[in-house]
């Protein structure tokens, strides 16, 4: 199983982005997608997340509002666009599958490389 996520980069404040996470190695029905980051000295946080079956959607406060979660066009894959981005948005990206899923990282079974974005004031 792999997650191949992308999408990074450096963007302005205010700025948007869109990272992408295709899942590869089986079928991800019954899985819940999420979304965590990782700035520089913190720890690792929970940002969003979708249920793959019923399409429930969950995000951190930080990020509600500004963020939402979807599936891709593309097998397997889902999309985090980001509005109105912040400073401190920037850290590193991470998508993660998980059968029980959740706002926990201990609850994702695989993890994806991850994409760095750097959000400039």
């Known amino acids: 199983v792999q997650l191949q996520a992308c999408g990074g980069g450096l963007v302005q404040a205010r700025g948007s982005l869109r990272l992408s996470c295709t899942a590869s190695g089986r079928t991800f029905s019954s899985y819940t997608m999420g979304w965590f980051r990782q700035a520089p000295g913190k720890e690792r946080e929970f940002v969003s997340a979708?249920?793959?079956?019923?399409?429930?959607?969950y995000y951190a406060d930080s990020v509600k509002g500004r963020s939402t979660i979807s599936r891709g066009n593309a097998k397997n894959t889902v999309l985090l666009q980001m509005n109105n981005l912040k400073p401190e948005d920037t850290a590193v990206y991470y998508c993660?599958?998980?059968?029980?899923?959740?706002?926990?990282?201990?609850?994702?079974?695989?993890w994806g490389q991850g994409t760095l974005v750097t959000v400039s004031s």
């Open positions: 993660a599958a998980g059968y029980q899923g959740g706002r926990a990282g201990r609850l994702y079974d695989y």
């Open positions: 979708l249920v793959w079956r019923g399409n429930s959607t």
